[in-house]
């Protein structure tokens, strides 16, 4: 059956003509959000947590090896030569970025292929839009999911998996409200290699079925997603050298997935209070509110979101709770489209009304984010610690392994084997060190701790090469 708009015009008729429009919106978001990676690779601000771990992954994928890392290897307690990352994260989609490393063997390589990802999620997003608001509501609403505030923080924050998500969510939901079910459950096949989280996303379809009366299918998605969860944790991840409990961080619910089902219903009122203790995740679910004016509480699409907050918000671990870092990206497609589906119960104006809203608080709250940081800092006088710092990447010859501080490892990477700076290492020193200590860097607790690692490998025998600006260049003998 062919999709009808009011005036009676089929769907594919009244596009016609928009597709150069949307291109462009793809092709400015892209480069906007290529730009921003590049700023930060260039400013030293991308660092080896995580660029250079996902670099070094899809580096072996391009050399047709498992996605190993070696700064991976050394963090976290893993200690397995040639960790592969599919023991941390099941992200084999990661492998679709290979070729690009024939092209540029380098993290700007994965810095470009985000944006680009990221922007792809407007087409399916405006065609959604389109259909249930109107032309010019699908514009407004592409606009402001460009410059939305979770996407931001994703760009911003080095590279991630999560840029396949918001494609692949957006088109599996588009593809179903168009009536081409099999395409959508061939975006969730894929969505469910981008992170072994992911089956919550389709979870969360499935309850958005049932809720529209679609019990069959609505179940069969459940099940399906959260089966896939389990499979992905507790049998591949660690097929491939992981722990099946590493990111367990739900101490207040219980010891593993089991213990939690039980606490959740014997326990439901604490549970639900955990959604609003410490009050910093009252804050982040207010922000994700505010971005779509609220407007995704009036449909039931909304349930795409909830098992995805739920994982964050019943957590123990701090990171998950707030706005900074890529974690709310995940989200971010979802709420578009849940908002879109509930303002449609309104009339034209309302609908017209709420997408320019949408748009101007997200360009209203963008400068709150990471797009503001970023301006600041490129307007400010240019750092002189990072002339310094490309000095200090400068003195490391290329090939042995270096122990880098946060901010430079990603400069590194593409020449040298990375692996984090770190007090006092249990296992053998690599023989070139940069240590950074004029602030204090991660992991280190204090400035203090930085200044005695580098006493105490200047009294094991390292040499100084280097030493400019708080950056010191060190060499085993």
């Not at 990802?117 to 259909?131: D, I």
């Not at 399906?224 to 992981?242: E, H, Q, W």
């Not at 400035?447 to 005695?452: G, K, S």
Request: a neutral charge.
């Amino acid at each position: 059956m062919t999709l009808t708009l009011s005036r009676g015009l089929p769907v594919r008729a009244a596009a016609r003509g928009h597709g150069p429009w949307v291109a462009l919106i793809v092709l400015l978001a892209a480069a906007g959000y290529g730009l921003v990676g590049y700023l930060e690779l260039r400013g030293m601000r991308a660092g080896v947590l995580d660029l250079a771990i996902f670099d070094q992954g899809v580096r072996g994928y391009s050399e047709f090896r498992l996605p190993e890392s070696v700064t991976k290897e050394y963090l976290d307690g893993f200690h397995d030569e040639g960790f592969s990352l599919l023991g941390d994260h099941w992200s084999p989609i990661l492998a679709l970025l290979a070729p690009l490393y024939w092209i540029n063997d380098g993290p700007l390589s994965l810095l470009v292929a985000q944006g680009v990802l990221f922007a792809l999620a407007v087409p399916p997003l405006w065609s959604f839009t389109r259909r249930r608001l109107g032309a010019a509501a699908a514009y407004l609403v592409s606009v402001a999911y460009v410059v939305c505030w979770p996407v931001a923080q994703a760009v911003e924050f080095d590279f991630h998996e999560v840029a396949f998500a918001p494609p692949l969510i957006a088109w599996m939901v588009e593809r179903h409200d168009a009536g081409r079910n099999r395409t959508a459950l061939v975006m969730g096949g894929l969505l469910l290699l981008t992170k072994e989280d992911m089956g919550l996303v389709v979870a969360g379809f499935g309850l958005y079925l049932a809720a529209r009366g679609r019990w069959r299918a609505g179940g069969v998605l459940v099940v399906g997603g959260v089966a896939a969860v389990l499979v992905a944790t507790k049998v591949l991840i660690p097929f491939f050298g992981g722990r099946d409990g590493f990111y367990w961080r739900y101490e207040d619910l219980g010891d593993g997935p089991f213990d939690a089902l039980v606490h959740v219903v014997t326990h439901p009122l604490q549970t639900l209070a955990l959604f609003g203790s410490p009050s910093e995740k009252l804050i982040t679910m207010g922000w994700l509110l505010l971005m779509v004016l609220g407007a995704c509480l009036l449909s039931p699409l909304a349930l795409l979101s909830l098992p995805l907050l739920a994982e964050r918000m019943l957590s123990s671990y701090p990171h998950w709770w707030g706005v900074p870092f890529h974690y709310n990206a995940f989200l971010a497609i979802p709420l578009f489209l849940a908002a879109v589906d509930g303002i449609a119960r309104f009339g034209p104006r309302i609908r017209v009304t709420w997408a320019a809203g949408v748009l101007v608080t997200g360009l209203v709250t963008a400068p709150m984010f990471a797009y503001g940081t970023i301006v600041k800092t490129e307007l400010s006088p240019g750092p002189a610690y990072v002339a310094i710092a490309r000095r200090a990447v400068a003195a490391v010859p290329p090939g042995p392994m270096v122990a880098a501080a946060l901010p430079v490892g990603a400069s590194l990477t593409a020449r040298n084997p990375v692996i984090l700076w770190e007090p006092r290492p249990d296992y053998e020193t690599p023989p070139w060190i940069v240590a950074f200590t004029r602030w204090k860097t991660t992991p280190f607790d204090r400035i203090e701790d930085q200044v005695a690692e580098v006493a105490r490998l200047r009294s094991a025998g390292y040499v100084t090469v280097f030493d400019e600006g708080g950056f010191v260049v060190l060499r085993r003998p």
